[in-house]
Structures are given as structure tokens and as C-alpha cells.
């Protein structure tokens, strides 16, 4: 038989880690794509890149850098760099979802 008072003990422990980190889960989500997807697009304009020339390439591009990487070159140093960035940050942030999840419970 489910236990729901575990459950519902579980849930609250979760929204209330939420809570305490929303300015975690807001960086990562909005605040640092949107940067990082400017300094692509400066850097790869710079480079003449044309596979990246809108602000939503960007975005895909720092999106799917976070989350399984991507098939997209970029020939700049900053585009690289921030690409690599990405890549770490999306691993961290999957690891810090992780562990939100597991100390909830």
C-alpha cells in the first residue's frame, strides 16, 4: 500500500529546496543562456560563421551545449570557450537536480 503521508512529507521537502534555490534554478535556466548565446553570436558574427548568425541559433547552440552537446563548430576562441563553459555548467546543473532530488526524500 503507498504511503501518502511520505509522499506528500517527500513533495513538501522538495517545493520548499525549490524555494530556497529559486535563484539557482533562474541563473541557469534564463540568465546565463541568455549571455552566453550574446557572446556566441558576437563572437561567431565576428568570425563569420553563418551557422550561427541569429540570436536563437545561439540559444539552441548554449541550450544543447548544456544538455548533450551539439553538432554545431563554432570557429572563434570566445564561441569555443564559451561552448566548453556550457558543457560544464550543464553537467553541474544535472548534478545539482540530482541532489535536490535525492536530499528531499
Known amino acids: 500500500m503507498i504511503d501518502l503521508d511520505y509522499w506528500r512529507g517527500v513533495l513538501s521537502n ?9 535563484f539557482l534554478w533562474v541563473f541557469v535556466a534564463v540568465v ?4 552566453a548565446a550574446l557572446v556566441i553570436l558576437y563572437a561567431e558574427r565576428r568570425a563569420n560563421n553563418n551557422t550561427v548568425s541569429r540570436y536563437w541559433d545561439a540559444i539552441y547552440f548554449v541550450v544543447a551545449c548544456m544538455t548533450i552537446g551539439t553538432n554545431i563548430t563554432p570557429k572563434s576562441g570566445w564561441a569555443k570557450a564559451t561552448a566548453i563553459l556550457s558543457g560544464v555548467i550543464g553537467i553541474i546543473f544535472l548534478g545539482l537536480m540530482v541532489w535536490l532530488i535525492t536530499v528531499s526524500f
Open 14 to 22: 522538495l517545493g520548499q529546496n525549490l524555494l530556497r534555490t529559486w
Open 32 to 35: 546565463y543562456p541568455s549571455l
